[in-house]
């Protein structure tokens, strides 16, 4: 009631009112529109991240050419790279399994001796950082180019790896240690060891017992007494050089400064017929 006579009293007054009523409509409709279109937004982006992950969980990525799966893998078979590629990853994971870790609660992962990513493209769903290295700059070229999930840096034979210390939780090593001269083996196993987290572990596949039949009697004398056998010492880091650990040799010289949790005689399933070893980085002093 008061109201209504102020308004009659003061000319202009119920302009003003009705002004002031339609612009706080407008900034209310205002607010409205600007809360809608930020839901909106929000609603759209988040369609797009999902839409995103489902692709990249399910996306075909591109098989490296012939060439370059033949200098890695020794065939250039693309249904054995795809299919063996995703056995290994798959071995890989239930080892770890098995022995109580769970991969997908690792945050930095190396793939070391990736090659042209035959193994790493089927981890590519894991929340981990996802790091490959090789001395093959070709095979690395390829997949920076190619593998978006990962970051792929060459290594050279001797030099140390590019990693800090104590920054990966994981690392693997499939059908490398296999190609190295003792020399280099000792180099690498000592860096994989400097860059894991204490308590980190190592996956490494090797010709083992399974290979015997293959070794000449000069060589099996060696492998029976706990000796390392390579072929080929001066092809370091290729498919020409051959070596063979004989478990004995492995549980000592070769895994200082780790704890053998797993030898699985025959058990690297996507590198046959190579045994996988699991590893832990011992606490330091
Ligand atoms: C037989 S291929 C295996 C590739 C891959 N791990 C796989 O299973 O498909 C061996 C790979 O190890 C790489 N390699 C050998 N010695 C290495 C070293 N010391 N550092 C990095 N890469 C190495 C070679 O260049 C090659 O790509």
Known sequence: MRTRQL???????????????????????LTEECWRLANENHRLKAASREVRAK?????????????????????????????AGQRAAESLTSLLAKNGIAIDTCDRILDFGCGCGRVIR?????????????????????????LPFGAFAVNALESPLDYDARSFDLVYALSVFTHLPPHL???????????????GVLVISLHGDALFGRLNRAERADYRAGRLVVRGGDLAGTNHCAA????????????DGFEVLELAPKGAKGNPPQDAWLLRKRGEA
Do not use: Y
Request: with cysteine; charged share 25%.
């Open 55 to 83: 692709r990249a969980a399910t996306e075909e990525i591109p098989l490296p050419p012939d060439v370059l799966r033949l200098m890695v893998a020794g065939t250039d078979d693309a249904e054995w790279f795809v299919t």
């Open 7 to 29: 308004l009659r009293l003061v000319p202009g007054l119920s302009r003003l009112v009705r002004s002031l009523d339609s612009r706080e409509r407008e900034s209310r409709l």
């Open 244 to 255: 063979f650990h004989p478990p004995a040799f492995v549980r000592g010289a070769f895994a």
């Open 185 to 199: 083996q000792a180099h690498g196993m000592r860096e994989l060891h400097r860059i894991l987290k204490p308590g």
């Open 122 to 146: 089927h981890l590519r769903h894991l929340p981990a950082e996802l790091h490959g290295c090789d001395s093959n700059p070709v095979a690395m070229e390829w997949c920076a180019e190619n």
